[in-house]
């Protein structure tokens, strides 16, 4: 089974910062991954998929790039509204793994 | 609006049995493949389980094959899952997730708020 292995587990940053999330596959799988942001106490949602098309809605702050084992997630200006858990799956397979996560907190 | 609206959870004791439904509103739900996912409480996101469109390919995590069961009702729009033998590990919040395609191997592009099951004497 593939493994998703994201870093680091928490960040502190500030409103304002640029960050970068990365998130490694235990083999390649393409360009077949999603991000998702997790409020506490909320459902996740869908940012990216494809490791690089931005969901519908969400602000353009947020990009993915990556493919084959190796990809990101940044946020180039963090907004308070950002501060939350980031998880990565891989999909494309009747298995889809998540990462453990990310949290992004206040600095 | 597009909803997903879990229900069924609850306090369980260990081997006993609960079923989760979602009923789902606002796309054509008979079109796309769905998810069950689950959070324990202080931790990540785990896949559960997946169904097709037309029921005709289900899947499991390996945590819980044999265990639980996960069906579909296009004609109620309702998204279920039968849990037996519970045991305390199960214990979380689960979500039911819409794919963004009529194979349960997408991404969520809807997600519920989710049910909570505690298993416990």
């Known amino acids: 089974d593939i493994q998703m292995t994201q870093s680091p587990s928490t960040l502190s940053a500030s409103v304002g910062d640029r960050i970068t999330i990365t998130c490694r596959a235990s083999?390649?799988?393409?360009?077949?991954l999603a991000w998702y942001q997790q409020k506490p106490g909320k459902a996740p949602k869908l940012l990216i998929y494809?490791?690089?098309s931005l969901e519908s809605g969400v602000p353009s702050r947020f990009s993915g790039s990556g493919s084959g084992t190796e990809f990101t997630l940044t946020i180039s200006s963090l907004q308070p509204d950002d501060f939350a858990t980031y998880y990565c799956?891989?999909?494309?397979?009747?298995?889809?793994?998540f990462g453990q996560g990310t949290k992004v907190e206040i600095k | 609006e597009v909803q997903l609206v879990e229900s069924g959870g609850g306090l369980v004791q260990p081997g006993r049995s609960l079923r989760l439904s979602c009923a789902a509103s606002?796309?054509?739900?008979?079109?796309?493949?769905m998810h069950w996912v689950r959070q324990a409480p202080g931790k990540g996101l785990e896949w559960v389980s997946g169904?097709?469109?037309?029921?005709?390919?289900?899947a499991y995590a390996d945590s819980v094959k044999g265990r639980f069961t996960i069906s579909r009702d296009n004609a109620k729009n309702s998204l279920y899952l039968q849990m037996n033998g519970l045991r305390a590990e199960d214990m979380a919040l689960y979500y039911c997730?819409?794919?963004?395609?009529?194979?349960?191997?997408?991404?969520?592009?809807?997600w519920g708020k989710g049910t909570t099951v505690t298993v416990s004497s």
């Open positions: 799956q891989q999909y494309n397979s009747y298995s889809p793994p």
């Open positions: 997730a819409k794919d963004w395609g009529p194979l349960p191997r997408g991404y969520m592009d809807v």
């Open positions: 169904i097709s469109w037309d029921s005709g390919v289900v």
């Open positions: 606002g796309f054509t739900f008979p079109d796309y493949a």
């Open positions: 494809k490791a690089s």
């Open positions: 083999q390649s799988i393409s360009s077949w």
